[in-house]
């Protein structure tokens, strides 16, 4: 399985940014497809998660946040509005087959995603 994240970059509070996350490797409409977020010196923070059609958000990213799917093209998509400071972080997608996306942050914290994309880096200027 292959994950690669496009789409991050520097962006003024206020503003809005797309990530894509495209998939190979993989059976893609089996597995919940989620993004995640580090930023520096914090812990890998669940963002949002989406299986078939039932999504999941963190707090952070409920009301402003909203994920997709294109199971022609293979690819999870994450729209983010009003951007703010602190969502500055690199973020990374990730892909699970035996989970939902209801339970897709439990399975990062034990350890049991089957595969993660390299992160793309989304910086929030105040």
């Known amino acids: 399985v292959q994950l690669q994240a496009s789409g991050g970059g520097l962006v003024q509070a206020g503003g809005s940014l797309r990530l894509s996350c495209a998939a190979s490797g993989l059976t893609f409409n089996s597995y919940a497809l989620g993004w995640f977020r580090q930023a520096p010196g914090k812990e890998r923070e669940f963002v949002a998660a989406i299986k078939w059609s039932v999504v999941y958000y963190g707090d952070s990213a409920k009301g402003r946040f909203t994920i997709s799917r294109d199971n022609d093209k293979n690819t999870v998509y994450l729209q983010m509005n009003s951007l703010k400071p602190e969502d500055t972080a690199v973020y990374y997608c990730?892909?699970?087959?035996?989970?939902?996306?209801?339970?897709?942050?439990?399975?990062?914290?034990?350890?049991?995603?089957?595969?993660w994309g390299k992160g793309t880096l989304v910086t929030v200027s105040s």
């Open positions: 990730a892909a699970d087959r035996g989970t939902t996306a209801q339970n897709m942050a439990l399975s990062s914290r034990v350890g049991r995603i089957d595969a």
